[in-house]
């Protein structure tokens, strides 16, 4: 089985299907934007916030309904700057229930691999009592970072797929 890509930064210079959202739905007042680097991949940079229930910024890509059946793993090219990020995945954009992936940054260029079963469901920073993933499709992935301190980022991401 070959590898799915689901988005490769540095070969498109359509972005457009990424949206920054972040605690501002809540009263939060973090901070967050999507810029290009110089080699063409994406930097999600910003500040997180803590005042006024704050406390999280995120960028995430909507598709339609791709089949993920037989996929075991995700695979994602990035560079952070030593800080913790969850990656996110949605079956369905109905669902309320997200699956995340902590995972730490090294300061250097790293594939982090996420195995797809061990994503925990959680809604709203709360783990819920259901299973973790285990669906055969997904419509959404997203990059959050929330770690309960106020802090500035940057997540420098090339490409994210599935193996």
Known sequence: MSKLLLFDFSATDDWSVWEIENDVVMGGNSTSKLERSEAGNAIFKGSVYLENNGGFASV??????????????A?????????????????????????IYT??????????????????????????????????????????????????FRLEIDKIELE
């Open 60 to 73: 995430q890509y909507h598709f339609p309904s791709k089949n993920i059946k037989g996929y075991k793993k």
């Open 75 to 99: 695979l994602i090219l990035l560079k952070g700057h030593g800080k913790s990020y969850q990656f996110r995945i949605k079956a369905n954009l109905k669902d309320r229930a997200s699956y």
């Open 103 to 152: 995972f730490k940054t090294t300061g250097e260029w790293q594939t982090i691999e996420v195995p797809l079963k061990e994503m925990e469901p959680v809604f709203r920073g709360r783990k819920l009592d259901i299973p973790n993933f285990s669906a055969e499709s997904i419509q959404e992935i997203r990059f959050l970072i929330g770690n309960k301190k106020a802090e500035d």
